[in-house]
């Protein structure tokens, strides 16, 4: 399947995750980019966690020249993520297919090299393990989407503690006429003079 969403393309395999209400998806992602890249400068490198098919990636490298690295467990998702990606004409984004708890010890190069993460877990959330695994990257910025304000407001505690504060949270009916609710957090890191 191909599916458009802010005016890019994304190929669709079966096992891929892609949002259910693309029109709804569209605010969503408009406001986590926003959130993302707000008073940001063109070096910063974003990290987009549980990346799925790319489209929060691709949608962020389309409105910025730095660098978005994308990272999910499904191969095929990340296969159709470059495969998206080199249709849309996007070059400053890449993907690597690793399971998010792992991808650290995989990749130590990016232990503080990540300004921004982009965080859009299943609805059980972060696992704790895989949370401390996201701090010890210790990116300034943190953008939390989340399908399950509970889990949510378990991994936002755990946040706190390690020093981010919350500083805005929205939310987007994605799923309209039942009781679940998208939400998007920001998350920054206070500057140490």
């Known amino acids: 399947l191909t599916e458009s969403i802010l005016g890019l393309e994304f190929e669709i395999s079966m096992s891929s995750f892609f949002q259910t209400n693309p029109s709804s998806a569209e605010r969503l992602y408009s406001l986590a980019v926003q ?8 070096e910063t490198v ?3 966690l549980f990346c799925g098919t790319g489209t929060i990636a691709q949608v962020l490298a389309s409105r910025t020249t730095s660098t978005v690295v994308g990272v999910d467990i499904v ?3 990340i296969e159709n993520a470059v495969a998206s990606a080199r249709k849309n004409g996007l070059n400053n984004v890449k993907f690597i297919a690793a399971d998010a708890g792992k991808f650290l010890y995989e990749h130590p190069e990016y232990l503080g090299a990540i300004d921004c993460v982009m965080l859009d877990p299943p609805r059980a959330g972060i696992a704790p393990k895989t ?3 996201v701090i010890t990257l210790d990116a300034q910025r943190i953008v939390y989407i ?9 991994d936002t505690e755990a946040l706190i503690l390690a ?9 987007c009916d994605q799923f309209p006429h039942t009781s679940h ?4 957090a920001l998350f920054d890191k206070p500057l140490i003079l």
């Not at 020093?163 to 939310?171: D, E, P, R, V």
């Not at 609710?181 to 998007?184: L, Y």
């Open 131 to 133: 949370l401390q695994k």
């Open 35 to 42: 959130y993302a890249t707000d008073g940001q400068s063109p």
């Open 46 to 48: 974003y990290m987009d």
């Open 163 to 171: 020093g981010y504060q919350l500083k805005k949270i929205s939310l």
């Open 146 to 154: 989340s399908c399950n304000p509970a889990t949510q407001a378990r």
């Open 75 to 77: 191969n095929s998702a």
């Open 181 to 184: 609710i998208e939400s998007i």
